[in-house]
């Protein structure tokens, strides 16, 4: 007796096509998390990691004019390391994750993006509007755009202490922001670290500056 054949599936089954179909669908579905994990932080995932970021400022400058402006800020909160001593890791990452949102709500304009490049080191990219009338105003000063996200930070920290009192933690934290004005020409063949090398000077200035005020409230003790 001859060995009976087996018959090929049919693909008008439609069992067939469901397992066909959620295959590819596991395939794309995997790419895209290689995708995240390769583009987005690992702690914060909404937010770009420092490769993605390097080649975001590189797409954005390739499809825009040379003299197209943009702002770096880098952020580095203050205090961060007492917060992770005094209320332990679980605790240093849950004000990450506020400060994550509370730095995406704020910053999302058009081409407007938000990075982590360290451990608490964020940095915010602004692009300058295009003036369309000679009329209207010089774009603003990268001094003024770093008092702007200072007051912006610090506003939106303390509403989210306000809304809740699981969010206590991040009141214990502050904000030193350095911000440095760039063209796209400016971004040819310069690797991201240099291009943060001026903002991340200015943010040690800015943070340098503020601990020396907070010094100057505390008054001396009467002997």
Sequence with gaps: MSEKRRSLPRYNDISVVNDTLGGVDAVVKAAQRVFEQANHDTLLSELLNRNALEQYITQW?????????????????NDFKRVNDLHGHLVGNEVLADVAKIMTDSFRRKDEIVARVGGDEFVIFLPVEEATDLQEREPLSAEAVQRYILATLYEARDEKVLESIEATAIAEVGFSVGVKRYLAIDTAGVPLDELL???DALMYEDKTRQKQQLESKVEPAVQ
Excluded: Q
């Excluded at 400058?61 to 909160?77: R, W």
């Design 197 to 199: 090398a001026g903002p």
């Design 61 to 77: 400058a390739n499809n825009h004019d040379p003299h197209s402006a943009f702002y770096l800020a880098v952020v580095d909160l």
